[in-house]
């Protein structure tokens, strides 16, 4: 379909309701900004720099703590941008490339927190055979899927989201342009591409999140089988901070998808939740209940000075 678009930029009304509070806003905003790319900049150095680290649960946690570098950083800077006093406007190939990065980077850590579950599940029932099925080939294999997966998926909803002409008005009543807050600025029917984007949006991370939930059902009941509650301990600790990641990142997006009706203040609230909140605290889930990750963390920091030699 040829597009038809006049609309040159769109102007981002940021979040619904929230008039007069923009420097208390951009404090906070600003404050889990630095908080997330600092703890996930940290994650990265300390599993890159710590030799005992280099086992594939956290070449994948590695791979996640880049992705929630990039993923903030889609909307975040332009947010903090317009609640400083700058302008709100955003042009139409600026549009089109945050719709695709966010979906882009949503999707592969959606299908990264699966690979991560089916890590999990190789090395708690087939302990055995951990090193030999999870290889660094198919490892590298896996992450490689995770973002080709989320490519497509991407690059198939912003294509058909801009297909459709944009001719005025130009106000997105959103913090940044996402699929439904563009569907409604369309000159042309949507209801079409408003299922399909129900479906692919809403069903394929509740698809995940199925397997996710599979692949733990079968880790539960191996860890009920082991005797020991010492054992049984150490294996659950392993997957506690998973799932708690887990929680935290579908929630919102099933969420704000999959429901009927739409309410754009409690909608904005839950996503920010999604964009800053969840990648600022993933470095604290997965460092503060795992005794390896604070250990090479203590020694990357007394490295850089900031603390005493001993934990």
């Given at each position: 379909?040829?597009?038809?678009?006049?609309?040159?930029?769109?102007?981002?009304?940021?979040?619904?309701?929230?008039?007069?509070?923009?420097?208390?806003?951009?404090?906070?905003?600003?404050?889990?900004?630095?908080?997330?790319?600092?703890?996930?900049?940290?994650?990265?150095?300390?599993?890159?720099?710590?030799?005992?680290?280099?086992?594939?649960?956290?070449?994948?946690?590695?791979?996640?703590?880049?992705?929630?570098?990039?993923?903030p950083s889609v909307s975040s800077p332009k947010m903090l941008f317009f609640l400083s006093?700058?302008?709100?406007?955003?042009?139409?190939?600026?549009?089109?490339?945050?719709?695709?990065?966010?979906?882009?980077?949503?999707g592969t850590e959606c299908f990264l927190y699966t690979v991560m579950a089916y890590d999990?599940?190789?090395?708690?029932?087939?302990?055995?055979?951990?090193?030999?099925?999870?290889?660094?080939?198919?490892?590298?294999?896996?992450?490689?899927?995770?973002?080709?997966?989320?490519?497509?998926?991407?690059?198939?909803?912003?294509?058909?989201?801009?297909?459709?002409?944009?001719?005025?008005?130009?106000?997105?009543?959103?913090?940044?342009?996402?699929?439904?807050?563009?569907?409604?600025?369309?000159?042309?029917?949507?209801?079409?591409?408003?299922?399909?984007?129900?479906?692919?949006?809403?069903?394929?991370?509740?698809?995940?999140?199925?397997?996710?939930?599979?692949?733990?059902?079968?880790?539960?009941?191996?860890?009920?089988?082991?005797?020991?509650?010492?054992?049984?301990?150490?294996?659950?600790?392993?997957?506690?901070?998973?799932?708690?990641?887990?929680?935290?990142?579908?929630?919102?997006?099933?969420?704000?998808?999959?429901?009927?009706?739409?309410?754009?203040?409690?909608?904005?609230?839950?996503?920010?939740?999604?964009?800053?909140?969840?990648?600022?605290?993933?470095?604290?889930?997965?460092?503060?209940?795992?005794?390896?990750?604070?250990?090479?963390?203590?020694?990357?920091?007394?490295?850089?000075?900031?603390?005493?030699?001993?934990?």
């Amino acid at each position: 379909m040829r597009n038809l678009s006049v609309v040159t930029e769109f102007i981002l009304l940021g979040i619904p309701h929230t008039e007069g509070l923009e420097t208390m806003l951009l404090v906070l905003f600003l404050s889990f900004y630095i908080f997330t790319l600092t703890g996930n900049l940290l994650i990265l150095l300390t599993i890159v720099s710590s030799t005992r680290l280099h086992t594939p649960m956290y070449f994948f946690l590695c791979q996640l703590s880049l992705g929630d570098i990039f993923f903030p950083s889609v909307s975040s800077p332009k947010m903090l941008f317009f609640l400083s006093g700058n302008s709100r406007a955003i042009s139409y190939g600026g549009c089109v490339s945050q719709l695709f990065f966010y979906h882009f980077l949503g999707g592969t850590e959606c299908f990264l927190y699966t690979v991560m579950a089916y890590d999990r599940f190789v090395a708690i029932c087939h302990p055995l055979r951990y090193s030999v099925i999870m290889s660094y080939k198919v490892c590298a294999i896996l992450a490689m899927g995770t973002s080709v997966l989320g490519c497509i998926h991407s690059t198939y909803l912003t294509a058909l989201t801009f297909q459709l002409p944009y001719c005025g008005p130009n106000e997105v009543d959103y913090y940044f342009c996402d699929i439904p807050v563009m569907l409604k600025l369309a000159c042309a029917d949507t209801s079409t591409l408003e299922v399909v984007g129900f479906i692919s949006v809403g069903l394929t991370p509740l698809g995940c999140f199925f397997l996710i939930l599979t692949s733990y059902s079968c880790i539960i009941c191996s860890i009920l089988q082991i005797r020991s509650a010492e054992g049984r301990h150490r294996a659950f600790s392993t997957c506690s901070a998973h799932l708690t990641a887990i929680l935290l990142f579908y929630m919102p997006v099933i969420f704000i998808y999959l429901r009927p009706t739409a309410n754009p203040c409690l909608d904005a609230t839950v996503q920010i939740l999604n964009n800053l909140v969840t990648p600022m605290l993933n470095p604290l889930i997965y460092s503060l209940r795992n005794k390896e990750v604070k250990l090479s963390l203590w020694m990357v920091l007394h490295q850089l000075g900031f603390l005493p030699e001993k934990l």
